[in-house]
Structure formats: structure tokens, C-alpha cells
């Protein structure tokens, strides 16, 4: 056979920095994926203009996602590691997919929902549609499985109905992929408000990858706890959210389970957890700041990683986009 491993894939998009939660929840585990499966990773640019981009901040953020990527791990010959925008099967497959989703099932999209509320100046077409090119992204590599949260569920539901029913309409073409639960990735919430998760968007609650040791220290020693009057370190998302956040961040670092961190810090507070939950993402991130910069000055290299990917991503994906053209009528080259 030509590929015997299960294919998985994913992206996230260059809008920002990334950040703890995005290691401990995604990048951590598709290191370690890269044995079992054949794995696709892509920075998801075409998907980061549906909100208005500075063009050399975008630039600059998708290099620095790339040489982050294999900082964390992700070792290039093992991996497809590649540009969205360098690919032009994505754009072009997102037209036909378009053609094939209801304007009933883009309505339902809570991204859309959400992103039109924060950007009620800039409610564009792409930021409506952004699905049937996400559903593009995923079917031109025929991929077994698509590792997301709970809570990006509703986006492989999507891809797998396109799918579905361009695969009733014209014959099978598509793979219809699964959802991925990633078995440990942790959920982490912000530092400052530990009933929304880690963004960006919230910049004191979120630790980014490139960060100084110093400016994380002081994110972590004003994090939010609880206000309850015990102030014990004891796992409780419901009652104590935020102390139960830095346990979960130190436990999946540290692979502590909770019982033995309470342990640990049975009488002493949160003022003597939160420093060092702090000193353990600081040294977690330590390695990966140093190889990312050191990634950042070898520029030929990073750009020869993204050229191979993307020839290696086009010429997979240019299979399957002939597949299509061909079942939808469009006449040959």
C-alpha cells in the first residue's frame, strides 16, 4: 500500500501568538501522534482575514506558528508541516463545497455568531462561509480523523454532512472523517477569568509561548483563585474554578495527579501554589522559546520546511480536487 498509517490533520489559524492552551491542549499531543498517524499541520491564513489583518504582523506570526511547530516537536520528516494560502486547492475546493452547504447550516455556526458580535463593523462573506472552506481543508486530504475539543465538535459535524451529501450526490469521493478527542490534552481557562478558556483575546489571563520567564511569573502570582475562606488547594471546577485551573495546568505538566498536589500543598495557600505552578510553565516553555528563536534566525531552513510541505500537501490535494471537478461536470485540462 502507499500509506498505511490512518491520515490526521489539523491547523490553527495565525491570528495571534500562540499560547499555553494551545500547547497543552493541541500542539503537546500532535507531537506525539506523528508515530501513529501521517499527520498534516497547517497555519490557517486564508481562514485569519475574515477579521482585518495587519499584513506584516500576519506574516511574521505565520513564520514564527511554523518555527513554534517544530519547536514543540514536530519534527518535519515526520510531519507535513505547511501554509494554507500556498496550497490553492483549499480556495478552490471551498467554492465547489460552498455550492454544496445550506445557508441553513452556516447560520447555525456558533463561530459565526460569536465573531459577528465581537466585529459588528466587519460581518463579510468569508466570515459566513468560513465552514465550507474549513470542510475543504479537512476532505482534500481524505483524512481518517480531525483531532479537536469538545467544543470545535460542531466543525467536523459540518465537513462530514458536505461530505456526506456530495458523496450521495455524485458518487464516493470523500472520506468522511472523525472527530479526534485527544485523550489528554488539558482544558486550560485563563489566568484572570477561570470561567472562559485561554485566548488571546484576553491577554493578562493568557501565557504565551514566547513570553518572558518574568512577565509569566507575574501572570501567574496575580491570577485569579477563590474567594472562599479555606483557601486550600483542592480540585473543584464547579466551586473553585480558578484554584482548580492552576492544578490542572500543573498537573499536566508536572503529571501529578490532583490527590498528590493537594497533598503537597495541604496548609500552605494559593500565594504558595500559584509561584510555583508559574516556575513549572516557565521552564516548560523555556526550551521551546530558545529553539523557536534560534528557528526564526535560520530563515532558509523554515522556508524550505513550508515549500516541501506545501508540495507534498498540493500534490495530495490536487488528487482529490481532480476527483471532484471531474463529478461535478467541469471539463478536463
Not at 80 to 104: D, N, P
Not at 110 to 138: E, R, S, V, W
Amino acid at each position: 500500500m502507499e500509506n498505511e498509517k490512518k491520515v490526521l490533520l489539523s491547523g490553527i489559524q495565525p491570528s495571534g501568538d500562540l499560547h499555553l492552551g494551545n500547547y497543552l491542549g493541541a500542539i503537546k499531543n500532535w507531537a506525539e501522534l506523528s508515530d501513529q498517524f501521517d499527520c498534516y499541520w497547517f497555519m490557517a491564513d486564508l481562514h485569519t482575514i475574515t477579521v482585518r489583518q495587519e499584513a506584516a504582523e500576519l506574516r511574521r506570526r505565520t513564520l514564527t506558528q511554523i518555527a513554534t511547530y517544530i519547536a514543540c516537536g514536530l519534527d518535519p520528516e515526520k510531519n507535513t508541516i505547511f501554509v494554507q494560502s500556498h496550497v490553492h486547492q483549499h480556495a478552490e475546493l471551498g467554492w465547489v463545497l460552498a455550492c454544496h452547504t445550506m445557508f441553513g447550516e452556516l447560520s447555525r455556526m456558533t463561530q459565526f455568531k460569536d465573531k459577528a458580535a465581537k466585529h459588528a463593523d466587519n460581518i463579510n462573506a468569508g466570515l459566513f462561509t468560513y465552514p465550507c472552506l474549513m470542510a475543504a481543508d479537512i476532505l482534500l486530504y481524505q483524512p481518517d480523523f480531525v483531532p479537536v475539543g469538545e467544543d470545535q465538535k460542531q466543525h467536523v459535524e459540518i465537513c462530514r454532512d458536505v461530505a456526506t451529501r456530495f458523496n450521495h450526490l455524485h458518487g464516493d469521493v470523500f472520506k468522511v472523517p472523525q472527530p479526534y478527542i485527544p485523550k489528554a490534552g488539558a482544558r486550560v481557562m485563563s489566568l484572570n477569568q477561570p470561567d472562559t478558556k485561554m485566548s488571546k483575546s484576553i491577554p493578562e489571563g493568557c501565557v504565551f509561548l514566547m513570553e518572558k520567564p518574568e512577565d509569566i511569573m507575574r501572570k501567574f502570582k496575580r491570577a485569579i483563585t477563590d474567594s472562599d475562606t479555606e483557601r486550600c488547594v483542592h480540585y473543584d471546577r464547579e466551586a473553585k474554578p480558578g484554584v482548580s485551573n492552576l492544578m490542572s495546568i500543573y498537573s499536566a505538566i508536572t503529571g501529578e495527579s490532583y490527590e498528590a498536589i493537594e497533598a503537597q500543598f495541604e496548609g500552605k495557600g494559593y500565594g504558595a501554589f500559584k509561584p510555583v505552578v508559574g516556575e513549572a510553565v516557565v521552564e516548560l516553555l523555556r526550551p521551546i522559546r530558545e529553539e523557536t528563536q534560534r528557528l526564526l534566525a535560520d530563515k532558509a531552513y523554515l522556508e524550505g520546511v513550508y515549500r516541501a510541505g506545501a508540495e507534498k500537501a498540493a500534490y495530495v490535494a490536487e488528487k482529490t480536487l481532480r476527483k471532484v471537478y471531474k463529478k461535478v461536470g467541469f471539463l478536463p485540462r
